[in-house]
C-alpha cells in the first residue's frame, strides 16, 4: 500500500480509480502512466515491478478506491486473476463501507452519550436548584403566612366590635360596610390557613392523628354547617346515608376540613335554587362520602388535573369567582392521610361528584388503598 497518495487520474490505479474500468498492464515498463515508488523506505531502490493488475472497490456503483497488486514477472496476470480480484473488490467495498457506517455509529454513539451526561448534569444541577428555589419559596410562605396570622386575627376582632356595636352604635351603611370588611378578613383568614397547609404538607410537617370517630353522628351535627352555608344561594340540601353508628379511624377536624372545601367549591360553581347533596355508602371495609352538584361541571381533561396544588378550572365563570386552587389539593392529601382516596365524576352543564373514602376501625389503611385502587 502506497504511504503518498496518488491524485485521481495519475498512474495506472488513478485512471482506474477515476474510470472505473479494471486493467491489466502485461510490461508496466511501456506504460508511460506508471510511476515508480519506493520500497522499504529506501532513497535507492525501487520495485522491480513488470507487470500490474488493478480493479476498482466499488459500493453501491460509486468507486470509494481501487485494489492493486504487481508483480515482477512480464505478463504476469490473467483473466481469471482479473474476475478474482474484481470479486475480492465487490466484497470489500460492502466491508470498506460498513466499517465506515460502523465508525460513524460509534462517533454518533459517543457524541450521543455526551450529550445525555452533558444533559444530565444539567438536569440534575436544575433540580438541585429548583429544590433549593423550592424550599426558599415554602419558608416564604410559612414565614408569610404566620406573620399575616396574627393581625389577620385582630383585624376581625375589632370589625366584629364595631358590627356589633359594642363601643357604640353605628348607622345601617356603615354596618353593611363592616359586615363587608368582616367576609373579606375571613376570606383572607382562610387563604392564610390553606397557605399554611400548602407549606406543612411539603415540608412533610403536616401530621394527622387518627382516632375512631363516629362519622354518623359527626355528619349529622355537619348538615347544620351545609345549611348555613347554602342559605345564601337557597340551594335545596339533602343528605343521603345509613341512620346506624359507623365506626371509622378518622380525625374529625380533617374530615371537616375536606368537606368544607368541597362542599364550598359545590356552592361557589351552583347557581341559585339548584340542589346539593352529601351522600354516605357503607361497605364492609371502608366508606364512601360524595359530594354531589348541579353547577357548570368540568371537562375531562381539567378533571385530571384539578387536584394540583394552585390548579383552578379554566373558564371566564371560575375567573370571575376567584380562589387560591389549594382546597383541593389540601383535600387530596388529608384523604390520603387517611388511607383514602379522592376523585371527581363530572358532566358539562350538568354538574359534578366529588367522591372520597375513609377506612373503618377495623381495617389498616395499606389495605383500604389496595382495595380501593382495585374497586377503582
Known amino acids: 500500500m502506497r504511504k503518498n497518495p496518488i491524485p485521481l487520474g495519475n498512474g495506472v490505479t ?15 515498463t511501456q506504460d508511460t502512466r506508471y510511476i515508480p515508488h519506493k520500497r522499504d523506505g529506501s532513497s535507492i531502490l525501487y520495485a522491480p515491478i513488470k507487470s500490474e493488475i488493478c480493479v476498482p472497490i466499488k459500493y453501491k456503483n460509486k468507486i470509494i478506491g481501487v485494489l492493486n497488486a504487481e508483480s515482477d514477472h512480464l505478463n504476469h496476470f490473467t483473466h481469471h486473476d482479473l474476475n478474482f480480484l474484481s470479486a475480492l473488490a465487490d466484497q470489500s467495498g460492502i466491508a470498506i463501507q460498513n466499517a465506515l457506517f460502523y465508525e460513524r455509529i460509534e462517533n454518533f454513539n459517543e457524541e450521543l452519550r455526551n450529550k445525555i451526561d452533558t444533559a444530565t448534569s444539567k438536569l440534575r444541577n436544575a433540580n438541585v436548584e429548583l429544590q433549593r428555589l423550592n424550599k426558599i419559596k415554602s419558608d416564604f410562605v410559612s414565614i408569610v403566612s404566620h406573620e399575616l396570622r396574627t393581625p389577620m386575627t385582630s383585624i376581625v376582632g375589632y370589625v366584629s366590635l364595631l358590627a356589633d356595636e359594642e363601643v357604640g352604635p353605628i348607622t345601617p351603611e ?22 399554611l397547609d400548602i407549606s406543612k404538607i411539603e415540608s412533610g410537617k403536616m401530621n394527622v392523628e387518627l382516632d375512631d370517630v363516629d362519622l354518623t353522628q ?47 367549591n359545590a356552592i ?15 361497605n364492609i371495609n371502608h366508606v364512601q362520602l360524595d359530594v354531589i352538584d348541579e353547577g357548570m361541571g368540568i371537562l375531562p381533561e381539567q378533571a385530571e388535573k384539578i387536584f394540583d396544588k394552585f390548579h383552578q ?40 361528584t366529588f367522591s372520597f373514602t375513609l377506612m373503618k376501625a377495623d381495617l389498616k389503611a ?8 382495585t374497586q377503582k
Open 313 to 352: 378550572v379554566d373558564s371566564e365563570f371560575t375567573r370571575s369567582i376567584g380562589g387560591t386552587g389549594l382546597g383541593l389539593a389540601i383535600s387530596k392529601h388529608l384523604v390520603e392521610s387517611h388511607g383514602g382516596k379522592i376523585w371527581v365524576n363530572s358532566t358539562i352543564g350538568e354538574g359534578s
Open 218 to 264: 359527626f355528619l349529622m351535627k355537619y348538615q347544620n354547617k351545609i345549611k348555613d352555608m347554602t342559605k345564601e344561594k337557597q340551594l335545596n340540601f339533602n343528605f343521603e346515608g345509613p341512620a346506624n353508628s359507623i365506626i371509622i379511624k378518622g380525625n374529625l377536624d380533617k374530615i371537616d376540613q375536606i368537606l368544607t372545601n368541597l362542599v364550598s
Open 174 to 195: 356603615q354596618k353593611e360596610f363592616l359586615e363587608i370588611v368582616k367576609e373579606e378578613s375571613n376570606r383572607l383568614t382562610r387563604l392564610i390557613s390553606d397557605l
Open 268 to 282: 361557589k360553581f351552583s347557581e341559585q335554587n339548584k340542589n346539593l347533596k352529601l351522600r354516605l355508602h357503607e
Open 366 to 373: 395499606d389495605q383500604l388503598v389496595s382495595q380501593v385502587q
Open 14 to 28: 488513478g485512471t482506474v480509480a477515476k474510470t472505473g474500468i479494471p486493467e491489466i498492464v502485461g510490461d508496466i
